[in-house]
């Protein structure tokens, strides 16, 4: 599993500062999580190819997180894209972009298909049998979601050495790789564990921006390996968070650690900051496993 930030500050996009944008690289899904100013700049600078993104997933609809969008899914048609683009947003997002496609007689030349979201509790919104995808529901000034992204167990690996050597049909893979036992013929019982080997441990990834504070989110993330939740501000801004429905980065850290994630990555950071080192510190106090988010750095689980 690879996220690669191709955004992480708040508000408006400056020289060196993009707003929110992420790629997640999973069990071959390359799934792109909001979509700030600048994404397909980001995605060429990144040298990650467009046709690759089929799902788009939006957590709300405040400018820094999708005004990325209209440019992208024009872009996808001046490409010649046919594929279907998925997006998956709060209730208002199909208005806001068929409206643009209208009113430019640029509709897309692909199918364009909206999943939108209004639910305050937890749902799948995608699923096949590799990957599964839940909304994370947040504390914002406007409705927003975050989504937690997570493998599926993988089948038990063949130990090829003992399944030859005791002549075991080949026609009975599949289901030992399902976890059962074998009878050959003179009757002796072979234990799956003897022919298997333990599959990969599913990896997992929460997105969480934008919010304040909610613990109510700690039991829908619980243990994952990798939890981005932003951290606008600092504890000494900590009055901006109640206005502005934000994080401070140790109270980012206190949701880490009450949900025991294995890694917590900063992010959304107001500009007003000169270092982002003063971010990482104040989450530390917290929660030892932190990382800053940066425009075009990959993070690995
Ligand atoms: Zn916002």
Redesign the pocket.
């Known amino acids: 599993m690879k996220l690669t930030i191709l955004g992480c500050y ?1 508000a408006t996009p400056r020289n060196l500062n993009n707003p929110t944008a992420q790629v997640l690289e999973i069990k071959n899904h390359l799934f792109s999580i909001d979509c700030g100013e600048g994404t397909q700049l980001q995605l060429r600078k990144m040298k990650i190819k467009f046709s690759r993104i089929k799902h788009i997933f939006i ?2 609809l ?1 400018g ?2 999708f005004f990325g969008l209209p440019g992208l899914v024009s872009t996808f048609r001046l490409l010649g894209r046919e594929q279907e683009l998925h997006i998956y947003g709060p209730k208002g997002i199909k208005e806001a972009i068929t409206l643009l496609l209208k009113l430019g007689d640029s509709w897309t030349n692909y199918p364009l298909i909206f999943h939108e979201l209004t639910s305050t509790t937890s749902q799948t919104i995608f699923e096949d049998d590799k990957v599964s995808v839940k909304t994370i529901p947040l504390h ?3 409705y ?1 979601n975050g989504f937690l992204f997570q493998e599926k167990s993988s089948e038990r690996t063949l130990n090829i050495e003992a399944v030859s050597k005791l002549q075991i049909d080949k026609n009975q893979y599949n289901n030992i790789k399902k976890g059962q036992a074998v009878t050959l013929e003179n009757g002796t019982v072979i234990p799956n564990e003897k022919i298997t080997f333990d599959p990969a441990k599913p990896k997992s990834y929460a997105f969480c ?2 919010t304040a504070y909610k613990e109510e989110i700690v039991s829908i993330i619980a243990g994952t390996d990798l939890l981005y939740h932003e951290s606008t501000f600092l504890e000494t801004e900590k009055h901006l968070c109640a206005k ?3 994080a401070t980065a140790k109270e980012a850290a206190t949701i880490a650690k009450k949900a025991n994630v294995g890694k917590l990555i900063l992010g959304h950071y107001s500009t007003r900051y000169k270092s982002l080192e003063l971010f990482r510190e104040e989450a530390k106090t917290v929660f030892e496993n932190v990382e800053l988010a940066e425009d075009g750095k990959s993070f690995l689980a």
């Open positions: 708040s957590s709300h405040h820094d997180h914002h000034r406007v927003t921006s934008d502005t429905k934000h």
